[in-house]
């Protein structure tokens, strides 16, 4: 391979990073290359990284309130201390949810040029031209939508693209997939009418679905009400590594089927055979579940779904910038260049555009 490959990057938490950061301005930090973490501005350029699938997401209540609980001011009248999800006050959930999504819009706004919410695989594509970064929005649960729905339309017209209806809890779309290793991802019940009634709403928007926190029963509703490609957007092969979220033989047929595909989560749980959060983890982990998914489902269904700033990663692929050393790793294990080509980018370029037109 004369260059490394440009990437486009099926999932990061980026976002909830930036509104958990204690610093002043942590727009002006990741633009600027001086961010914590896993990725900034300067970390992806030289990564050779284009952009990918950013997440809004509801970080768990425990979570915040140990570790920034100067995120927690509580609105009038809120008296919630149990610890559990629902602690959050329903305006602090549209709160969070919304300073996320500004936060990219800021992103946007202080970057000279450099950054752009992208809605379309063209605009991605240019962006890829002029040396941009490319956002693509995605919201990982949906609670904020269960208390004003109309905020879809609001989200959406800001730059959503793509959605996961649900993540580890149980919300008035479904339940959770939460469960000790190892375990099936046969695990709670499937969509409720209202986790039904969204993906609907959103498929006949164009919206990527992503299935990776559905537990099984979820998943095959999911499977039944759209008419588009399956994405999971950062899960394993369920064969390599039992955690509930990882995906099995019979999913993986289905999205195969589907014509969509897989994005490979790097965090050691869901990579390693012991299921532990152990990062002196080799990297062939990840080109193992490389390898068996593209068994399964064929080299133009694969890509990356890093979970970076939202993962705990293998030593020797510390951040964004350690990718090199996947790609001579792949060359190692005897990948092709053009199929190395699909993994980082080229894949994710078909799926999106698939969807969105």
Same mark, same amino acid.
């Given at each position: ?6 990437i486009f990057?099926?999932?990061n ?10 610093n002043a301005d942590?727009v ?5 290359g001086?961010l ?13 990284w284009?952009?990918?699938l ?5 970080p ?5 309130k ?6 927690l001011?509580p609105?009038s ?8 999800t ?5 305006q602090?959930?549209?709160?969070i949810c919304?300073?996320q999504? #500004?936060? %990219?819009?800021q992103? &946007? =706004?202080?970057?000279?040029?450099q950054? *752009?919410?992208c809605?379309?695989l063209?605009q991605?594509q ?9 956002i ?10 269960a ?9 959406y017209?800001?730059g959503?693209r793509?959605i996961g209806?649900?993540w ?5 779309f479904g339940?959770?997939?939460n469960?000790p290793?190892p375990?099936?991802?046969d695990?709670?019940?499937g969509?409720t009418?209202q ?7 959103c ?11 559905m ?7 999911a499977?039944e009400?759209v008419?588009q490609?399956?994405?999971?957007t950062?899960?394993? #092969?369920? %064969?390599?590594?039992? &955690? =509930?979220?990882?995906?099995t033989?019979? *999913? ?11 994005g ?6 869901f990579?390693?055979?012991d ?9 062939d982990?990840i080109?193992?579940?490389l390898?068996?998914?593209i068994d399964?489902?064929?080299e133009?269904?694969?890509g990356?779904g890093?979970?970076f700033d939202g993962?705990?990663?293998p030593d ?10 996947l790609v001579?790793?792949?060359q190692q ?5 053009p199929l190395i080509?699909k ?6 370029f078909a799926?999106l555009d698939?969807?969105?037109?």
């Amino acid at each position: 391979m004369t260059a490394q490959p440009i990437i486009f990057d099926g999932h990061n938490d980026l976002l909830t990073r930036l509104w958990l950061s204690p610093n002043a301005d942590p727009v002006h930090d990741f633009i600027h290359g001086t961010l914590p973490g896993h990725m900034d501005l300067q970390r992806c350029r030289k990564a050779g990284w284009l952009g990918g699938l950013f997440s809004i997401f509801l970080p768990p209540y425990a979570y915040v309130k140990n570790n920034h609980p100067d995120k927690l001011s509580p609105p009038s009248g809120s008296d919630s201390e149990s610890g559990s999800t629902a602690d959050f006050s329903p305006q602090q959930i549209i709160d969070i949810c919304c300073e996320q999504l #500004a936060l %990219a819009q800021q992103l &946007q =706004a202080h970057s000279d040029g450099q950054i *752009q919410i992208c809605t379309s695989l063209a605009q991605i594509q240019a962006c890829q031209q002029q040396q941009k970064l490319a956002i693509v929005l995605h919201m990982e649960g949906a609670e904020v939508l269960a208390i004003q729905p109309e905020l879809l339309e609001v989200f959406y017209n800001a730059g959503l693209r793509s959605i996961g209806p649900l993540w580890n809890r149980k919300s008035i779309f479904g339940d959770g997939l939460n469960a000790p290793f190892p375990h099936s991802p046969d695990i709670g019940s499937g969509l409720t009418q209202q986790g039904k009634d969204l993906i609907l709403t959103c498929s006949e928007k164009h919206m990527l679905i992503d299935v990776s926190h559905m537990n099984e029963r979820a998943f095959w509703d999911a499977l039944e009400l759209v008419n588009q490609p399956i994405v999971a957007t950062h899960s394993n #092969a369920h %064969a390599l590594c039992q &955690q =509930a979220r990882n995906l099995t033989d019979q *999913q993986l047929a289905a999205i195969k089927q589907s014509d969509g595909m897989v994005g490979v989560n790097f965090d050691v749980a869901f990579l390693r055979a012991d299921g532990q959060r152990n990062t002196q983890t080799s990297l062939d982990v990840i080109v193992d579940h490389l390898d068996y998914l593209i068994d399964h489902l064929g080299e133009d269904h694969v890509g990356f779904g890093s979970d970076f700033d939202g993962c705990l990663l293998p030593d020797d692929l510390a951040d964004a910038t350690h990718l090199y050393r996947l790609v001579e790793r792949l060359q190692q294990r005897h990948f092709s260049d053009p199929l190395i080509e699909k993994i980082m980018a080229k894949n994710w370029f078909a799926v999106l555009d698939k969807i969105w037109r």
